[in-house]
């Protein structure tokens, strides 16, 4: 199998959050610097999950842009990425007692124009998938569109991991059930779905994502995850890991999930493979 995988590729910056700071004041405490970005570690994950990756997507002309690159290189990922004259994406995450709250720089992720994603990317393809970050950004989303384009002109399946439930809610539902009008695969956690559907109840989120989307699955955090396949359905338990910043494990969960169906395995194999991928993710983390 072969995925062409289109989105954001970013600097992980992680950090707990200091307790008690006043402005001005200083503290010590581990920071861990990680390559990252939601498309980014998709790449990574699933050529790690034994899949054949081309991502493509923009870094600046720095040294994080070397830095990113490289990452995927390693990762066994062909980096069809475009250098620009911005500062490559950045993102700073800060874990609190319950919650992560996230300053997030885009920098050169919008130096990614449509006239990139020529016929040659699609070449071998059996798969798109696509950070949902990219409909978000005006910039951005012109690519998007296209690559759902081609993707479909080719009969290729597709697959979106929707960006956060606060950004959901700043672009319009009904914006971006447009933008997946295209779409056959989702995997958003709890609180996108809830934007996505307006229900609260994870069961009756997954019957009605089923009814829009052929596959995909509701990840659930420490409860595991909710995987469909047309009417099937399967549920997965994890195990909680403590203190560890979530950072990442959707994406991994995504890749992970997405590499073992077009590997033609069975639903229940899909999800229990995909959890544990996302929990090993996070205990390399710890």
């Known amino acids: 199998m072969r995925i062409l995988v289109l989105g954001d590729l970013n600097l992980d910056i992680i950090a707990a959050e200091p307790g008690g700071l006043r402005r001005g004041d200083e503290a ?11 498309a980014g570690t998709f790449a990574r994950v699933a050529a790690a999950s034994g899949a054949s990756v081309r991502f493509v997507g923009s870094v600046g002309n720095d040294l994080v842009g070397d830095l990113l690159i490289r990452s995927l290189e390693d990762a066994g990922v062909e980096a069809a990425v475009v250098r620009v ?3 490559s994406g950045a993102v700073l995450s800060l874990t609190g007692e319950s919650e992560r709250t996230m300053v997030c720089s885009r920098g050169a992720n919008d130096g990614l124009r449509p006239e990139a994603l020529a016929a040659p990317l699609f070449d071998g393809i059996s798969h798109l998938h696509l950070s949902g970050y990219v409909f978000l950004s005006d910039a951005q989303r012109p690519s998007a569109h296209r690559a ?15 960006a956060p439930a606060n950004l959901l809610e700043s672009y319009g539902l009904d914006r971006m059930l447009d933008d997946l009008s295209s779409v056959d695969w989702l995997f958003p956690n709890l609180r996108e779905g809830v934007v996505l559907t307006g229900i609260e109840d994870p069961e009756e ?6 009814s829009r989307f052929s596959v995909g699955a509701l990840t659930l ?3 595991g995850a909710l995987a469909w396949r047309k009417r099937s359905v399967d549920r997965c338990r994890s195990v909680p890991l403590d203190d560890v910043d979530p950072t990442g494990a959707g994406d991994a969960f995504c890749a992970s999930f997405v590499v073992a169906a077009l590997r ?6 899909c999800n229990r493979a995909a959890c544990d991928t996302s929990h090993a993710y996070l205990a390399s983390k710890s």
């Open 221 to 223: 955090g420490p409860d």
């Open 205 to 210: 989120i997954v019957a009605e994502l089923s």
């Open 264 to 269: 033609g395995d069975s639903l229940a194999d």
């Open 28 to 38: 010590r405490a581990p920071i861990r610097i990680l390559p990252g970005g939601s």
């Open 148 to 162: 759902i384009r081609m993707a479909r002109e080719r009969n290729l399946t597709i697959s979106v991991d929707p």
């Open 85 to 87: 004259d911005q500062p």
